[in-house]
């Protein structure tokens, strides 16, 4: 039992089940774990599923990982759970795993809204399934490194999230092309994240190290043909600093098409945004 929690519950009468939803939501308590619940209730463990079990069934509390529980607000009962980005944090902390809000979903967070994701992607420091909490599909990809990654915390309603930064979230989506619904949609958000506000070079060409080279290429390519960002020189300079083979512009396509001799990857297919 968290501080708040404690103090909540310590100034407080007994806690009847049917009360427990509005309880935690006077309070500004945003989850609890099965434990909390038993105690908070005075209960054993084993019957907490029962006594919640009408307020599952009427959408006032929600279980977006087993042992722990979110109430939901009155606004977002007819979703059937709160909005992705309220849940993230203590679904990510319950289950002791590092994250951060990713491609698409950082990329509308950055203001790239083109294309509104169907998904919420997020990376992780281990391997977590897929799930949909009410109206929100979660889509989890392993990430090394993500303790190392450039991040923001965005300030939520139930607290705070961690999102990619610009730099990392350009790389993110011309590493994975697949993820973001391929290279005519990863150029239009990197014409959409550069034109919200100007990219920090140093700062990309810092977070680039833990990137495949691929990942530079493509992206020097599409922000030089695409986009008017200054310094781009620096990242050039970071790619010709490693020794590897010509890349590919689209693994999606034929690896056949010319070579693009400043940044040494095969364009084996025209581009197309349509921002």
Known sequence: MNNQLEYAFINSGRIKASEIVNWLLS???SSVTTDDLATLLSIPKNHVPQRMAAHKRRNEIITPAQGLWIPVSPEYMTWGAPPAIEIINAMM????????????????????????????????????????????????FFREHIK???????????????????????????????????????????????????????ALVKVSELYPLTALRRLGFLLEKFTKTPGLYKLKEACEKRNASTSILDPQWSPVGYLDTNWKIKVNREVFPDV
């Open 93 to 140: 902390n319950y289950l002791k795993t590092a994250y951060y809000i990713g491609w698409l979903s950082a990329a509308e967070l950055h203001g790239a809204s083109h294309n509104a994701p169907q998904v919420f992607q997020v990376a992780v420091s281990k391997a977590i399934r897929d799930r949909a909490v009410g109206r929100s599909r979660f889509h989890f």
């Open 148 to 202: 190392q990654m450039p991040l923001i915390q965005i300030e939520t309603k139930s607290g705070m999230v961690f999102v990619s930064s610009k730099e990392t979230t350009l790389l993110d989506i011309n590493n994975d092309i697949g993820i973001v619904g391929g290279i005519d949609n990863a150029a239009n958000l990197v014409i959409e994240l550069c034109d919200v506000s100007g990219t920090d070079m140093d």
């Open 27 to 29: 309070h500004g308590i």
